[in-house]
């Protein structure tokens, strides 16, 4: 890190500081922004982990706690393809079998010991049944779990959210959270490294941060990426308030906030790494095009966004129109990105590719591009 660059990026106007961003933007990446058509799983919503912002973890006890059946992912799956996603992601709670004895029981009367397994095994089975590209979002990954699941899935991500350690203090979000100390979470990101995981992460904002500790977090995911060259992108995410969570009365971060940490991060991360910003937690999303991201992140015309329920997706020929008189083209990507699916790609696991390559246009984005509802 260079303290006298942050310390001046800090105090650039946010008129500039875009600025600078966009020019960054638009020499990689030019005046495309993507998006990828994803059908999500909630594979559980079980965790054991209680941050204070999250709306998606239910307790064992709660009747809304489950554990998706084989015949429920497929299900689902298949409306996805139905409807002509090409993404399949699985969020869930981290290893919730660790600590809760009720967890435990639901996974061992599905036959497993470990939700990781389970995971890996849905996936097998989405790649078996249906054309989805699985994509998975399990958090912090040891060695081991990482082998398991690059053979079944196409990428994958955990949000390092924060390299605090303020935040895991008593009364902060991150208390009692052993999956959120930031060494578990860049040892992860060094993990996927090692073993040429096309993987996505990103910063949580507005949960009590800093500024200066933001642009740490960026630091650290780019010196990931220098390392290993295996971060397809990084997500800046607004916290949103919700009425049953610990943090209902916590501010939400104002838009500057979120231009000014959009903006950082594009100036600060190789030019390489996808910018992206949800489009469904702001009103005024478009202007995160400003600030420099250049993409959209996945977008699902099958299911709600289970993270931030509350929140509808926007239409994807809506966004389309609105990035239009931005003076930008939506276009539709894969969950790997193109740089990614190469011939002899290290990143491509031997029985994945030929499905990759052949949902892949010449340009590496999706193939068939769908603006409308598929029948």
């Avoid at 559980?44 to 084989?70: E, L, Q, W």
């Avoid at 435990?104 to 036959?111: D, E, F, I, T, V």
């Avoid at 389309?320 to 790997?336: I, M, P, Q």
Wanted: with cysteine; charged share 25%; aromatic share 6%.
């Amino acid at each position: 890190m260079n303290r006298e660059f942050d310390e001046k990026l800090a105090q650039t106007h946010t008129d500039d500081l875009l600025s600078m961003a966009a020019d960054i933007r638009d020499h990689y990446w030019g005046r495309k922004v993507t998006y990828s058509r994803k059908v999500f799983v909630p594979l559980t919503n079980m965790c054991r982990d209680t941050c204070g912002y999250c709306t998606f973890v239910k307790h064992p006890s709660d009747p809304a706690a489950r554990i998706m059946t084989p015949e429920q992912v497929l299900a689902q799956a298949q409306k996805g393809a139905r409807q002509g996603c090409k993404e399949l992601l699985f969020s869930l709670g981290e290893k919730p079998e660790l600590r809760y004895e009720a967890a435990k029981k639901s996974l061992a009367w599905l036959g497993y010991e470990r939700m990781t397994d389970y995971l890996v095994d849905m996936c097998a089975l989405v790649l078996e049944e249906t054309p989805l590209l699985p994509h998975v979002n399990a958090g912090t990954l040891s060695e081991e779990e990482i082998d398991q699941l690059k053979p079944v899935s196409a990428s994958m991500g955990m949000m390092l959210e924060t390299v605090s350690r303020r935040l895991g203090r008593e009364g902060m979000p991150h208390h009692a959270c052993p999956d959120k100390t930031p060494t578990q979470r860049l040892r992860t990101l060094e993990r996927t490294g090692a073993k040429n995981v096309p993987f996505t992460t990103g910063l949580l904002i507005g949960i009590g941060e800093t500024w200066e500790e933001r642009i740490e977090a960026l630091h650290a995911i780019n010196a990931a990426h220098r390392k290993h060259r295996h971060i397809q992108e990084v997500i800046i995410q607004n916290f949103q308030r919700k009425p049953d969570i610990a943090m209902a009365l916590h501010p939400e971060p104002p838009l500057e906030d979120m231009l000014r940490t959009i903006a950082a991060a594009r100036i600060i991360l190789d030019p390489e790494i996808s910018l992206q910003a949800p489009p469904n937690l702001h009103q005024r999303h478009i202007a995160y095009l400003e600030a420099g991201i250049n993409d959209w992140g996945g977008i699902s015309p099958v299911t709600i966004d289970f993270i931030n329920p509350q929140h509808e997706w926007p239409e994807i020929r809506t966004l389309a129109e609105s990035c239009a008189s931005a003076g930008f083209d939506l276009v539709e990507r894969l969950t790997v990105y193109p740089r990614f699916i190469e011939e002899r790609s290290a990143y491509l696991d031997s029985g994945l590719t030929r499905r990759i390559r052949s949902m892949a246009g010449q340009d590496g984005l999706a193939r068939d591009q769908i603006l409308e509802a598929a029948e």
